[in-house]
């Protein structure tokens, strides 16, 4: 069906390069803001196109998503250059207008047997194109082997869980690069679930969108072919800080992937300076562990992200900005300055206790 559309698909995405010559600059501007320390996420690819797919359930779908743009584009042209000629030809004419009621027209059955049927036919061949690749796409058998995250949206910031491997953490998610067949084949299955309020999950080059819906258990799956840091938002309204929901896939080889299990594993280190040691008993003192876990210490409050391994990501706030020892410390001291009306309080710490506990959390890797 899309054999005859190949040309016109070749011709829409070396247009939507030109257009996106735009969205490129603006990316760069992002990534020089917050791409600058890549770590070990490998190639970051903040510019989230969806007609770039680098996974599998992506790369279903731009077919479908080609036909519909170009269908709903041809109905667009029609409709407007109709709208545009009717009004242009029975504008007011003052020399022409005898100001006589012009003919009453009431209904015409074949006007309006066309403007039914054909809709409906459009629509039904939409439905089929599109329902197909989504049967396709959720009826996926995963190989045994496959990756299981269990992700939990919550205004506004991502829990992440690894329940095989039992590891959680937040607004970063790691998986191994899938090759297309063979003993390297890994896709990740991904249970989407909900604490509060809707969200949903899009990261734009791997995979198209999923609700996180309360009370309800929600299933998609990625299968990047390519490593690097995918960059994803929440893409459902979910209240005043929804455009800072933002989530990261680093996708990694198999190797790197499996060191970065083995290091979310490992325990957290005892405090080597008196400094870290002062931020430790802060931190317990204060109310942070009533919302914050540190696995392997009495911090475990599940209303915040998990903080066993907050040192080893790229961002803070859900990506509302990079992990610098500034940024961190500014987090603590308040975080309603960089996202404000997130839920975490200004804890009205003294500034010593805001130096020792950020130098705390940077030990925490
Ligand atoms: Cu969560 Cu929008």
Not at 331 to 353: A, F, H, N, Y
Request: proline letters at 7%; aromatic letters at 8%; one cysteine or more.
């Amino acid at each position: 069906m899309f054999a005859g559309s190949l040309s016109c698909t070749h011709r829409v995405r070396l247009w939507l390069a030109r257009t996106g010559a735009l969205a490129l600059v603006v990316g760069a501007a992002l990534s020089s803001a917050f791409g600058q320390d890549a770590g070990d996420g490998g190639e970051m690819r903040p510019v989230a196109d969806m007609f770039q797919p680098l996974s599998r359930p992506a790369e279903m779908i731009l077919g479908p998503t080609i036909v519909v743009l170009l269908v709903t584009t041809g109905i667009f042209v029609v409709v407007s250059s109709v709208l545009i000629f009717v009004i242009w030809k029975f504008r007011r004419k003052s020399d022409a207008d005898d100001h006589q009621e012009p003919p009453q027209i009431y209904g015409s059955t074949h006007i309006e047997l066309a403007w039914t049927v054909v809709p409906i036919i459009i629509t039904v061949v939409l439905i089929l194109v599109t329902s197909r690749t989504i049967g396709e796409i959720q009826n996926r058998k995963l190989p045994e082997n496959a990756v299981q995250i269990r992700l939990v949206g919550h205004q506004w910031w991502w829990e992440v869980h690894y329940p095989k491997e039992g590891i959680i953490t937040a607004n970063e998610i790691h998986v191994p690069r899938s090759d297309r067949t063979g003993p390297g084949e890994r896709p990740t299955e991904i249970i989407l679930e909900s604490a509060d309020v809707i969200h949903s999950f899009w990261v734009p080059q791997l995979a198209g969108k999923t609700d996180l819906v309360p009370n309800k258990r929600n299933r998609t799956w990625i299968e990047p072919f390519s490593t690097g840091t995918f960059f994803g938002n929440c893409a459902e309204y979910c209240g005043t800080q929804h455009a800072n929901m933002l989530l990261r896939v680093i996708v990694e080889e198999p190797e790197a992937y499996e060191r970065w299990i083995q290091k979310m594993k490992a325990p957290v280190p005892a405090p080597a300076t008196e400094l870290v040691a002062a931020g430790r008993k802060a931190f317990f003192a204060n109310s942070c562990v009533s919302c914050h876990r540190v696995e392997g210490t009495p911090a475990a409050g599940i209303f915040g992200p998990d903080l066993t391994k907050l040192a080893t990501r790229q961002t803070i706030g859900a990506g509302v900005a990079p992990l610098t020892p500034e940024n961190l410390r500014s987090w603590v001291r308040d975080p309603q300055i960089l996202k404000t009306g997130c839920l975490m309080p200004d804890m009205k710490l003294s500034e010593s206790e805001v130096d020792s506990i950020t130098a705390y959390l940077l030990t925490l890797k």
